[in-house]
């Protein structure tokens, strides 16, 4: 269009997406200054811009300069054919007409060195902050074919400036509202600089230098690895480590045995738990568990329980190891009865085996072996009726697991296991038996109950030719009683009177009990109103193979008017100790002679316990 009155400005920018009807182009000041020359198009779709000799068209997006300052007109971003890239040397405003409007700094490719010269190449201060990223003057200019979208074009294009606003703020309202099109878009990221990422790159590698420095260089035997409660990481115990259908063949080579189950959690009332040991709070905490459950089809309905505790360290362990010893020993759930103990070579660093009798209404036997090895223990659970597994057994069955972990836990590696009796581990008060010690004599009745110790009070059956109270010879002699409730066939006041002498030696002891038990055998002859029968004896092993031996009897005593006194009464000698029991019982209510054996050689080897 030729230069002259009627002149029109260029279009405002407009936003992508806006309709481009909504705005008009805005007339020029009739002051403005006309111009001569070829006019360059830039695309079809731009207004066409007058060029001549020192000046150029007004850049696309905004209006020459009035009084107040820049002034930005609000038009709908449309996207140009081509934009013009504007040398990289800083160009100063032309200076102002008398009318208060500038000459537009040149923009045309067209424009010759004349044009150029006239405008001086020096950059006014805080003028342009990309003046370093543009190209130099003279070089040959390039186009983008599409303009760059500003990170904030859905906002409106500027605002009209207040005259106050100066050069650095004017740039820097510009860029905030998005490019015009003609500048280089810069990032302006702080990662555009090489040492930054140098920087992050450092920091990165001082996090991991601490990370594996906090470690302490450990390395893991196998498998992986599981916090304690001090915070270390130690090698969980694998499931490898439980018994197999093969191991628990050494229980029963005839038994046809399969897995019922494997949990690698045991809640802390969970029902098929291992028999007599209690987990309380005091109980260490294991940092993984494994328990397997077996199962038989035989007719005294065999089975097993296999658990496996791992440990943070040995000295755990070993804890762990004596709280469940402990509880093992005392075994004073209703209705067990304690039958025998075992000891083993071969089997780990520590390890004891228990035999029980639940005595329900049918009696079933457990053989519960437990075993340290290192950082982990081991508990098998060996279950039959009519008859107890044998301990040696459950100890190999367990010996064929525990030798596929006893490397990762540090522990004693089984060897040739073998197992003997021995007397089961202090429980209680040392020297006197335990409630567990003794049987019952109804099927699936009855809770013994123990008193005090005390001084002897007991008057014996008349029959041991000595007052037990008074005679001489001990030089220490204590009572306890046991009596019995909850069975309704049991005698009024049906119990056990328990006397424990010490002498200085144990031919002082022996002497004592022969006495007493050669007096009572032949009480009959003594006494016309005694009755002696079942007369046996009896031997036993006690603490630190102290020998046992004993004889028991059944002794009836006539009251008058066709009553009787019936009791049960042994004596036996343990070393330098000798213990006398008695029961007050009845024609129809009393131990059977091997029970009563047995619980009179249970209290011998407990009395072995104290020095």
Same mark, same amino acid.
């Given at each position: ?69 820049? @002034? ?23 200076? +102002? ?24 190449? @020096? ?11 543009? #190209? ?9 074919? #599409? ?22 703020? &004017? ?36 996090? @991991? ?43 029963? +080579? ?90 083993? *070579? ?10 029980? +009798? ?9 053989? @519960?072996?437990?075993? #340290? /090895? ?19 057994? =459950? ?63 007991? &008057? ?33 006041? /049906? ?10 030696? =144990? ?16 009480? =009959? ?39 009787? =006194? ?20 009845? *024609?129809?209510?009393? /131990? ?20």
């Amino acid at each position: 269009m030729p230069s002259g009155q009627g002149e029109q400005a260029p279009q405002g920018r407009r936003d992508e997406g806006d309709d481009t009807s909504a705005g008009t182009p805005s007339s020029a000041s009739s002051g403005s200054p006309a111009t001569s020359g070829s006019p360059t198009i830039s695309s079809a779709d731009d207004a066409q811009s007058p060029t001549g000799s020192g000046s150029s068209a007004p850049r696309r997006g905004f209006l020459p300069d009035d009084e107040e300052g820049p @002034v930005f007109e609000e038009k709908p971003f449309r996207t140009p054919a081509r934009s013009a890239v504007t040398p990289t040397t800083p160009v100063p405003p032309p200076p +102002a007409d008398a009318q208060g409007s500038a000459n537009p700094a040149p923009d045309s490719p067209t424009e010759d060195a004349s044009s150029s010269a006239a405008s001086p190449a @020096v950059a006014l201060e805080g003028s342009d902050p990309d003046a370093t990223f543009r #190209r130099p003057a003279g070089e040959a200019q390039t186009h983008r074919s #599409r303009r760059q979208r500003s990170w904030r074009s859905e906002e409106p294009a500027a605002t009209r400036a207040s005259s106050e606003q100066s050069a650095p703020e &004017k740039e820097a309202a510009s860029r905030r509202n998005g490019s015009d099109g003609d500048e280089l878009v810069v990032d302006r990221s702080p990662f555009r600089h090489w040492w930054t990422w140098a920087v992050v790159a450092v920091l990165l590698g001082a996090i @991991v230098f601490v990370a594996v420095s906090r470690l302490g260089g450990r390395t893991p035997v196998a498998g992986p690895t599981a916090s304690s409660a001090g915070g270390s990481t130690v090698t969980p115990i694998p499931q490898t480590s439980l018994m197999d259908v093969k191991d628990a063949a050494s229980i029963d +080579a005839n038994a046809q045995w399969r897995v019922d189950n494997t949990v690698s959690q045991v809640p802390s009332d969970a029902t098929d738990g291992v028999s007599c040991i209690v987990r309380d709070t005091g109980h260490p905490n294991p940092v993984s568990t494994w328990q397997r459950t077996f199962s038989t089809t035989t007719k005294t309905s065999t089975a097993a329980l296999h658990r496996v505790d791992g440990y943070a360290d040995e000295a755990t362990a070993k804890t762990a190891y004596k709280v469940e010893a402990a509880s093992l020993a005392s075994c004073d759930s209703v209705p067990t009865h304690i039958v025998s103990a075992s000891s083993f *070579t071969g089997l780990g660093d520590e390890s004891v085996s228990l035999t029980i +009798a639940y005595q329900g209404a049918k009696t079933q036997y457990r053989t @519960v072996v437990l075993a #340290r /090895f290192g950082r982990e223990i081991q508990a098998v659970d060996a279950a039959n009726y009519d008859t107890p597994i044998a301990a040696e057994n =459950a100890g190999k069955a367990m010996a064929g697991a525990a030798s596929r972990s006893c490397d990762l836990v540090g522990g004693t590696c089984p060897a040739s296991v073998s197992a003997k009796n021995t007397v089961p581990p202090v429980a209680g008060d040392a020297g006197w038996p335990v409630t567990s010690d003794f049987p019952r004599i109804t099927p699936d009745q009855g809770e013994w109950r123990q008193t005090a110790e005390a001084n002897v009070s007991s &008057k014996g059956t008349q029959c041991e030719g000595l007052t037990l109270a008074t005679a001489a010879g001990p030089s220490e002699r204590r009572q306890r009683t046991y009596l019995l409730y909850q069975d309704s066939s049991a005698p009024q006041g /049906f119990g056990v009177d328990q006397l424990r002498f010490r002498f200085s030696d =144990a031919k002082g002891s022996a002497a004592f009990t022969k006495k007493i038990g050669d007096s009572i055998a032949g009480c =009959a002859k003594s006494l016309k109103t005694a009755k002696i029968s079942n007369g046996k004896t009896f031997t036993g092993i006690g603490e630190g193979n102290v020998a046992i031996s004993g004889r028991s009897f059944i002794v009836t005593q006539d009251t008058g008017s066709g009553q009787s =006194a019936i009791y049960q009464v042994a004596v036996a000698s343990a070393g330098d100790k000798a213990v006398y029991l008695l029961a007050n019982v009845s *024609t129809s209510y009393r /131990f059977t002679d091997d029970d009563w054996s047995q619980l009179t050689v249970r209290a011998a080897q407990r009395a072995t316990q104290i020095r």
